[in-house]
């Protein structure tokens, strides 16, 4: 296994890293599976993502007049008013660790939570199906109309934010767990069944180290939808410590363009960081052994 | 090596298998085993041939346990029963060294103990040096034999085989068929052997059993007279080939 440290270091060297980062290790490791190059990785989504600035600044000259140029404002207005100007860029960033901390206790409980049931599910038969048509209509509760009822319940605090947080991304922790647990195969079963293995060493050393990689994946669409769901409280509330759902709200109101911009940005930005790091945790985790992560030999 | 299972497995009483008048009707209705009574004694290599679906997997299900016979007893030590499984069926996130120990580790054996058991399991099937490698680098071959140490780990005095080296080609095939024979000739385990390999059959063999189609029954028996450890060529022995023959004949009586 020494080979392994080594070809780390010499492939995060490659990239141009300092040291061992671990996300150098997992990006390279991506790259050295489809054997290709960091620059084949790297310059399409670059040359797409300059081709869509260049279709923003298109729209945006040519296509509005200069009346209506304010619907959309040209990119370097929104990075200029939106994150050089220092009162903006720091009431959004205050708005936007407000909404972090939202997310990431929503998405906390969503995970223990989630799992708790979905062990629980695992284990009983009667239990699965008991449970499983109310975890269906959990997921499918129209978020916007009963946000103003949680509002009222609870305030409009952190509380009802993070309530309105775990609605939203509870669900695909339950049913990944879930289908994880039950994806070990029957041989796999009789396997501890011959040893009489008792319920609780066959969920940790079978049921649980199977269904990680599906507890990953559901992890990395929890953490997107639990960054909505934070926002979608705080902008249905209007109200309370105001988080990047009430700048949104405002500056939509105010036309404020380049700052409404800067916003989503942001907003995106943060689900692409919870994402990543979801999907770093579960290469740590999985990649020796998961087909669909790390190397081949 | 008997030592070790001795303390290892302190009750081992009855080394074989006994079945009397074992029937198999699953509850879709389906006749799988219509009456089956053998039994592999200590010391013994009794493998079962067949057509496909004839219940043979069925019968060591039975013995081991994991499914109730329709009607009919199974003589059998179920606490000191090494089960090898048509699959590998390696956990993908442990490694061999771990899988291998896993058996042991069920048994809360000592880590110490465990890992002296698991070194000599992986030594007897030759995968020295592959310990620290995970499942998904190891070829199917390599797979089998360590499915088949972590059997061993725990000095089985019975063996169930369900179809073990079915998947791998013919090459590796007769190359895990050496290894069992010798190891059974040098560890006198009883083991009852599922294949529909004939040349698997009577190579390993004391005793080859064939059985006919769904409902299954045992419809003949032939003894194979050949010393352990036996040598790779025995497979072009005239005599070798007369009693596959002879296997073969009656296995396509038991077709129809």
Request: aromatic share 8%.
């Amino acid at each position: 296994m020494t080979g392994v440290g080594q070809d780390e270091r010499t492939a995060a060297a490659d990239t141009g890293a300092t040291d061992d980062a671990p996300i150098t290790v997992v990006t390279t490791r991506a790259v050295r599976r489809r054997g290709e190059s960091w620059t084949s990785r790297v310059v399409p989504p670059a040359v797409l993502g300059a081709a869509l600035i260049g279709l923003w600044y298109f729209i945006t000259y040519l296509v509005l007049d200069e009346g209506r140029r304010f619907l959309m404002r040209p990119p370097h207005d929104v990075l200029q008013v939106g994150f050089f100007e220092w009162d903006n860029l720091k009431e959004m960033l205050d708005a936007l660790l407000v909404t972090s901390r939202v997310a990431l206790i929503g998405l906390a409980i969503s995970i223990v939570l989630g799992m708790l049931v979905a062990v629980a599910m695992s284990q009983t038969r009667t239990v699965e199906r008991a449970v499983f048509p109310f975890m269906v209509m959990l997921q499918a509760i129209p978020i916007l109309a009963i946000t103003p009822l949680i509002g009222f319940w609870f305030k409009y605090g952190t509380n009802s934010r993070v309530i309105v947080c775990v609605i939203i991304s509870l669900f695909p922790i339950i049913v990944n767990t879930l289908f994880g647990l039950q994806s070990a195969e029957r041989d796999m079963h009789d396997l501890f069944t011959l040893q009489h293995a008792g319920r609780l060493t066959r969920l940790r050393k079978l049921m649980f180290p199977a269904a990680l990689p599906a507890i990953f994946a559901g992890m990395r669409i929890s953490a997107g939808l639990s960054v909505i769901g934070a926002i979608v409280g705080d902008f249905f509330f209007g109200q309370g410590t105001p988080g990047i759902g009430q700048q949104l709200r405002k500056h939509a109101s105010q036309l404020n363009g380049e700052q409404l911009f800067a916003t989503v940005i942001v907003s995106c930005l943060l689900g692409v960081a919870v994402f990543l790091v979801f999907g770093w945790l579960q290469t740590l985790f999985t990649s020796k052994w998961h087909e669909s992560t790390g190397r081949t030999r | 090596m008997r030592e070790t299972a001795t303390t290892l497995l302190p009750t081992a009483k009855n080394e074989g298998i006994t079945f009397d008048a074992i029937g198999m009707t699953y509850p879709d209705g389906t006749n799988a085993i219509d009456e089956a009574s053998f039994s592999v004694g200590a010391g013994e290599f009794v493998t079962v041939v067949g057509p496909s679906g004839c219940g043979k997997s069925t019968l060591l299900r039975i013995a081991s346990g994991l499914l109730e016979p329709s009607s009919g007893t199974v003589d059998i030590d179920r606490n000191h029963l090494g089960y090898v499984f048509q699959d590998p069926t390696l956990l993908p996130w442990r490694t061999v060294r771990q899988n291998v120990e896993l058996l042991a580790e069920l048994r809360h054996v000592p880590s110490a103990e465990r890992s002296t058991l698991a070194n000599d399991a992986i030594e007897m099937v030759g995968l020295s040096g592959f310990e620290e490698h995970y499942p998904r680098s190891l070829s199917g071959g390599m797979k089998m034999r360590a499915s088949l140490a972590r059997t061993l780990t725990l000095r089985p005095p019975v063996l169930l085989f369900d179809e073990p080296f079915g998947a791998v080609d013919e090459i590796t095939r007769e190359h895990l068929n050496d290894q069992t024979q010798a190891l059974f000739g040098a560890e006198g385990f009883a083991a009852l052997f599922i294949t529909h390999s004939i040349s698997e059959a009577v190579f390993m063999s004391t005793r080859v059993l064939v059985m006919s189609a769904r409902p299954g029954r045992i419809v003949s028996e032939f003894e194979v007279p050949f010393a352990y450890p036996r040598p790779p060529e025995l497979r072009f022995d005239p005599e070798f080939a007369a009693l596959s023959g002879l296997i073969s004949k009656d296995l396509r009586g038991a077709h129809e």
